[in-house]
């Protein structure tokens, strides 16, 4: 079965950092393309990164040069450095595996609010 | 990159059909053939119900399907039932190698 696991959300001040990570399981996790998506409550869902099976990174503009995405094959993670943090990232982070978004995570908490 | 335009809500009646529209651009929606939708419930992650313009994944009941007409992609449900009541998106693939979600649709069934 597949299974995908975020974890790192919380409350942070502006301007902090958080690290979320997605733990995936059930799949071969290294022939795949993962992405992270993020919904504010009550509002869109919104594309954040990606990162392809050669490590290639892709960021929606709004984060670009605040965010990283990583990955690990053989912990069969990723990951998303999230830098300098406004009120505006506050939403729940899902990841999501490859093209088509197929299988979600059930999403992480973010709040950044002093 | 903006948001793909989406309207806010549609409705029907049971058994009718109703149509939701995706629009962008030539370098979104137009350009490519990676337009996907999803539903979504209240405090559920989406559920992928199209993919690539108008294949939909095992599982997904035949009463949903898509199409593309230059740079309007759309979600077709017929046969309208009770449990269709949900909010729905599109996404596109760029020419930037991004993607951009559109800004969702909340379906209400009569």
């Known amino acids: 079965e597949v299974q995908l696991v975020e974890s790192g959300g919380g409350l942070v001040q502006p301007g902090g950092s958080l690290r979320l990570s997605c733990a995936a399981s059930?799949?071969?996790?290294?022939?795949?393309?993962m992405h992270w998506v993020r919904q504010p409550t009550g509002k869109g869902l919104e594309w954040v990164s990606a990162?392809?099976?050669?490590?290639?990174?892709y960021y929606a503009a709004s984060v670009k040069g605040r965010f990283t995405i990583s990955r690990e094959d053989a912990k069969n993670s990723f990951f998303l450095q999230m830098n300098s943090l406004t009120a505006g990232d506050t939403a729940v982070y899902y990841c999501?595996?490859?093209?088509?978004?197929?299988?979600w995570g059930q999403g992480t908490l973010v709040t950044v609010s002093s | 990159q903006s948001a793909l335009t989406q309207p806010a809500s549609v409705s029907g009646s049971p058994g009718q059909s109703i149509t939701i529209s995706c629009t962008g651009t030539?370098?979104?929606?137009?350009?490519?053939?990676?337009v996907s939708w999803y539903q979504q419930y209240p405090g559920k992650a989406p559920k992928l119900m199209i993919y690539?313009?108008?294949n939909r994944p095992s599982g997904v009941s035949n009463r949903f399907s898509g199409s593309k007409s230059g740079n309007t992609a759309s979600l077709t449900i017929s046969g309208l039932q009770a449990e269709d009541e949900a909010d729905y998106y599109c996404i596109s693939h760029t020419s930037s190698s991004t993607r951009v979600f559109g800004g969702g649709t909340k379906v209400t069934v009569l």
């Open positions: 999501a595996r490859g093209s088509w978004y197929e299988y």
């Open positions: 059930g799949f071969t996790f290294s022939t795949y393309d």
């Open positions: 030539s370098s979104d929606v137009g350009g490519y053939k990676y």
């Open positions: 990162i392809g099976t050669a490590g290639d990174t």
């Open positions: 690539e313009v108008n």
